[in-house]
């Protein structure tokens, strides 16, 4: 039994003896989140524009069962309570085989799949999480989905990506949130197994592929005035990365309307292993190394602004991926996510040397007597990508490559009646790329949510 488990254990205990105190029970939640998850993803072009054995089309259909309880606290000077989650994966459909699943793989798109890469008819998980409270400061052990500038938890197809480990958090200091953790563990968001920690390029799923089993992080957000917020976070993933941030997110009233800065500045180096195994070299521009992987060592900037009047916003935003690797995060080869402002429907844009515009638009139609109604398309393109790519058995390179992406979001939330909070979505993507190794994409989601709430 490792120290979490067994610490998990513990509460556990301490909390069955209590369960009973008022707070517990009075604060306690329950919700069951409802998912039809359907997408479609046509990857264009031959084949032969890539090394990996992939797949021309995707496609798979699923029903999503999340159920979350969330406990209240007992009394006294140190208050303890559990959380749980359980998820449910059922698959309707796996387009004839066209799942995504490749032989190095473990599961394809959206499902886990067989040993003859078969998706699963179904794949379930529990999540159990012991807390205690004392005063404004709140400890938690067990399943986690921290959503802090360098770990963030995906929620990108029928089920969510959990971690597992432990975290503290601080609000004992006025306008001062102090955040601090360590994870051991993922669980992916097309798996029912926990698995340790990687980042591109050391992440295939094979006995070539190197994980880290500790990721430590900590930091905080300081509220300098009321429309004014600081940054500072560090993560270190053991024996691959580590990483500082900085950022810094600003309220402009201008005229009818607000104007939002996002700025954002990341620091990664090499950390252990990566500084010297090639095992645990990251994908990046590295020439007279194998398919242009080395040590991670990248510097991104960015900034997004967004200005919001009458249920319009419009926005704007550029970054800048310096340094020899791309930028690294936690990245387990099976769907992740990354806190940059790039971060797409297919594409992260964040590949070394990679300078990316975007332009965006989104409407609330509430303004025009459809509440619940909105609709947005995001557009982005990268240019002077340096990267190396093992194609056809020997590097090739891609200095001075690039990319672009078009993402368009329809969604409407039924507000009133039987049906409230209903919500129907859909997402339509278009990737191209003259990198070496990628093939263009075009991609379809459909997505029919629905929550209930049982306490």
């Known amino acids: 039994m490792n120290k979490s488990t ?21 604060d306690s939640k329950a919700t069951l989140g409802l998912r ?20 021309s ?24 309570g559990i959380d749980a989650i359980g998820l449910l994966g ?10 995504g699943a490749t032989p190095t793989s ?12 078969k998706a699963v008819d179904n794949f379930s998980s529990l999540g159990l999480t012991a807390k205690a409270k004392i005063s404004q400061t709140e400890l938690k052990l067990g399943t986690l989905q921290p959503k802090l500038p360098v770990i963030v938890t995906n929620d990108g197809r029928l089920l969510p990506q959990t971690f597992q480990g432990g975290q503290i958090t601080s609000n004992e200091i006025k306008d001062l949130t102090l955040v601090g953790g360590q994870i051991e563990h993922a669980k992916g968001r097309n798996s029912s197994n926990n698995e340790e920690l990687s980042i591109a390029g050391a992440n295939a799923h094979t006995a070539a592929g190197r994980d880290s089993n500790k990721f430590i992080y900590g930091g905080g957000d300081y509220k300098i005035t009321k429309d004014l917020t600081a940054q500072y976070y560090y993560g270190n993933l053991e024996d691959f990365y580590k990483q500082h941030f900085l950022g810094l997110v600003h309220n402009w009233s201008i005229g009818p309307g607000v104007l939002k800065s996002d700025l954002r500045y990341f620091n990664s180096s090499d950390d252990g292993a990566n500084g010297h195994d090639s095992a645990y070299f990251s994908s990046g521009n590295y020439q007279g190394f ?8 990248n510097n991104l900037y960015s900034g997004l602004f967004l200005y919001s009047v009458a249920g319009h916003t419009f ?22 996510s990354a806190y940059i402002i790039t971060d797409s429907q297919i594409a992260k844009f964040a590949r070394a040397g990679e300078r990316t515009w975007q332009a965006r638009y989104s409407y609330d139609f509430a303004k025009v007597g459809l509440p619940g109604a909105t609709a947005g398309i995001v557009y982005l393109r990268g240019d002077n990508i340096d990267t190396i790519a093992n194609t056809a058995a020997h590097p090739v390179s891609g200095s001075g490559r690039s990319e672009w992406e078009r993402d368009l979001t329809l969604a409407y939330v039924v507000q009133e009646g039987p049906l409230k909070n209903l919500g129907l979505t859909w997402k339509n993507a278009m990737w191209r790329n003259d990198v070496p190794g990628q093939r263009d994409q075009d991609e379809n989601r459909l997505i029919v949510s629905y929550s209930i709430p049982l306490l």
């Open 290 to 297: 194998r398919a242009g992987r080395g040590k991670v060592d």
């Open 36 to 55: 039809n998850f359907y997408i479609n993803t046509d990857n264009r072009d031959s084949a032969a524009r890539t090394a990996s054995n992939v797949q």
């Open 57 to 80: 089309k995707n496609e798979e259909w699923g029903q999503g069962f999340d159920l979350r309880f969330t406990s209240g606290y007992t009394q006294g000077t140190v208050g303890f």
């Open 315 to 336: 926005g704007g935003g550029y970054q800048v991926s310096n340094g020899s690797s791309d930028f690294p995060w936690l990245n387990q080869g099976d769907g992740s």
């Open 90 to 99: 059922v698959r309707l459909d796996s387009g004839g085989g066209t799942n």
């Open 6 to 26: 067994l610490a998990l254990a513990v509460a556990v205990g301490v909390l069955a003896q209590q369960a009973g105190a008022a707070g517990f029970i009075e």
């Open 106 to 117: 473990y599961g394809g798109t959206v499902f886990p799949s067989e040993s003859n890469g």
